[in-house]
Structure formats: C-alpha cells, structure tokens
C-alpha cells in the first residue's frame, strides 16, 4: 500500500522510488500551466509544492529550484528536469508537452548539468478552467489554471466566460448572453480555418476599440447587452465596459470580414481605384450590416470628417487598406500591421482611464475585486509584434 498522504515528508519522499509514486499521479489537463499541475498534485502527496516539486527532480542529477509558487503561477523546467516527468508519471515526456505548453519552451537556459526549474509568471493569457468540466477529477477547492489560447476562453457546454483568478474558479455565466455564445462558435471557426485569424481578431478589436472610445458605448445594443452583464456580475456598467466581453460580438464579425479574401480583393480595387477613403466606406457599410447598426457607415464617415489629421492617419482601418494596396499586403494577411498606438490597450487600467476618465482607480479596484482583470483579451502582448514584416 501507498503510504498516508499526510505522512509524507520531504526525506520520506526523496528516500521513495520513482515507481513508488506514479500510481498516484494526477493527470495535467490540455493546455494547463505546469505550476497548476504540480499545485493540484499537493492535496495528494500531502506535501508543500515546493518539497513535492524536490522530489520529483530527485533523479541522478543535483537539482537547483528558483522562485517559489506565491511568485509565480507557472513553472519553467530544463532539458534534464523534463526528462525526471516520465519517470514519475509513467506518461512519455511527447504526451506531457502536448498537455503542458511550458514544457515546449525554453525558458531556463544553461546549465544542462543540473535539474532546473523556475516558478515564474505565464508569458501568456491563462484562465481558470471551467469547474464543471474539471470537478471530477479534482480535489475539493482545487483549480486547474490553464493558458485560454487563440479562442479557450468561453465554455459553451456550460456557458460560461471564463475569467484568470489563481485560488479559484471564477467565470461570468452567459445564459442571458447568446450572442456570446454564437460569436464564439464561429469565433473557433475562425481559427480552424484561417491562418490570419490571429492577427484578425487584434486588428478587428483595434477597430472597435477606435470607435468605442469615439462615443459608440452610447449605443443602444451595447447599453443593452451591458444591461445584462452589470445583472449577472453585479458589477457597475464602468467596470464592465473595458472588459474584452462587450464588444466580443462586433470584433469577432469585423475579423471574419477581414479574412474573406473576396472582400480583401473588392477593398483592394476600391482603394486603388477611387481612394482609401471609399474603400473605408464600402467597409463600413458593410460591418454596419453585418452587426445590425445601419447607422454606423454615416456615422463613421462624418466622425472622420471632423476628426484631426493626426486621427485620421492614425485609424487602424485606414492603415490596413494602406497596406492592403502595397506589395507587402497584395497576398492576403501576411503583412497587416497596426501602429502600437492604435492597438487595443493590453491593461484593464489604460482601457478605464480612456473610457472613464478620472474614475481609472476606483473602476479598476471594482474590476479587479470581480476577476475581470487579466484572462483572455484579443489584442496581442505588448512584447509580440501584430505581425511579421
């Protein structure tokens, strides 16, 4: 029999053989952070994730831990520390990394001699998994962190918007939300099937962005749907308005116009032939069609007319068809770029500060008390260019 999990110790664990543990092992869900797996792991072995994570490493080499898990959620591993996983798992080291995307990077460098791991923060979006999907298989109170990717952040078997807290799961429940729900079926679509869905979905959300903080939350479809969020999160509409969920519809729509390369193609010609500024109007009529808002083509274009210069050239639209018409950009998406100041903003408080401002603090406390800080966002990282040119 395997030893109590209470009374276990770090030197009982280090005196056990690998093949005394794997029995117990606790499978890693797709795409969860290494950190996440070694935490939930604990409740067995009884042990702090620190000690267990030692005797894990425990091989022939010496093993040398930096960081601890109130650090850093996500936790780096070297060539020879990934090669101890098997041997505790009994899994194949091929069908971890497939599981766990840390083990397929190289952060810890150098070294190669000594067993290595790093607790440090994920470089990317991560969420808290959706309880219902995990309950079973984990231990009361215990959550699995995984990375949400280009589109894992919404759980349609359980309708839920799944949001970033590192103790436990939190999610916004989108029973009353079913435009949500649509948007993210074809959302995956999306990126099934188009190569350039990525960077898409930033320019599309730079758009929205652009057009938001011009006055259009006034609408009446965006109050209502805010009408409805501000009832399931009990949160106020200020702090709901910068969160990526609200103009989740319209940004998903806009990024499937921007991949159809019939459109590319017709927005191509306009520009070429009658100037970006008709181009940019046929592409307004067209958005404004496909999100229900007819108004917004008029409204667009009379805003462009009164906006400074500097604006104009500074609209992300505009910038695409620019290069939509150029060399770089004759062969679908390869070559869109946005100028970093027209992106979305990555950080929650920027987005508050230009959306309410003066109010920045007190709407980021209330976001932040509500989980609605972190998680997935369209917009790429700040250290990861839009695209490659």
């Known amino acids: 029999m395997f030893p109590s999990p209470v009374l276990l110790s770090l030197p009982a664990l ?43 490493l425990n091989g022939p080499r010496r093993v040398r831990v930096t960081g601890t898990p109130s650090s850093g959620l996500e936790l780096f591993l070297n ?86 807290h590192a103790t436990k799961p939190v999610s916004i429940p989108l029973q009353t939300l079913p435009e949500i729900l649509a948007a993210h079926r074809r959302h995956t679509v999306l990126v099934r099937t188009q190569p350039g869905a990525s960077n898409a979905m930033i320019l599309a959300a730079a758009m929205v962005w652009s057009w938001q903080v011009q006055g259009w939350r006034l609408e009446t479809i965006w109050q209502d749907r805010l009408h409805r969020l501000t009832a399931v999160t009990r949160c106020t509409p200020a702090a709901m308005v910068p969160h990526a969920l609200l103009s989740y519809p319209e940004t998903v729509a806009i990024a499937r116009l921007l991949v159809d390369g019939r459109w590319q193609q017709r927005l191509r010609e306009t520009a070429i032939g009658a100037g970006i500024p008709s181009a940019a109007g046929v592409f307004f009529q067209e958005v404004g069609r496909r999100i229900n808002r007819p108004w917004l083509a008029d409204w667009l274009i009379a805003l462009s007319r009164v906006s400074p210069p500097r604006a104009v050239q500074a609209d992300p639209l505009r910038q695409w068809l620019h290069e939509l018409t150029t060399a770089n950009g004759a062969d679908g998406t390869a070559g869109w770029t946005v100028l970093p100041s027209a992106l979305r903003p990555a950080e929650f408080i920027e987005r508050a500060g230009l959306l309410t401002p003066g109010r920045a603090r007190v709407v980021f406390e209330e976001a932040a008390a509500a989980s609605l800080i972190g998680g997935w966002e369209p917009a790429a990282a700040p250290h990861i260019p839009l695209t490659a040119r």
Request: include cysteine.
């Open 14 to 56: 280090k005196d056990m053989s690998v093949q005394a543990l794997t029995p117990t092992r606790t499978s890693p869900y797709a795409q969860e952070l290494t950190g996440s797996w070694i935490r939930r792991m604990t409740a067995h072995y009884g042990l702090p994730a620190q000690d267990l994570l030692r005797g894990i």
């Open 79 to 164: 060539a020879p520390a990934r090669a101890e996983l098997p041997r505790f798992t009994g899994l194949p080291l091929a069908h971890l990394t497939g599981l766990l995307p840390s083990l397929a990077t190289h952060e810890l460098r150098g070294e190669d001699e000594v067993a290595g791991a790093a607790w440090r923060m994920p470089r990317q979006a991560w969420v808290s998994a959706c309880p219902a999907c995990t309950s079973r298989a984990c231990s009361p109170g215990r959550v699995v962190l995984v990375y949400s990717g280009a589109a894992g952040h919404v759980c349609r078997r359980h309708q839920r918007w799944l949001l970033a």
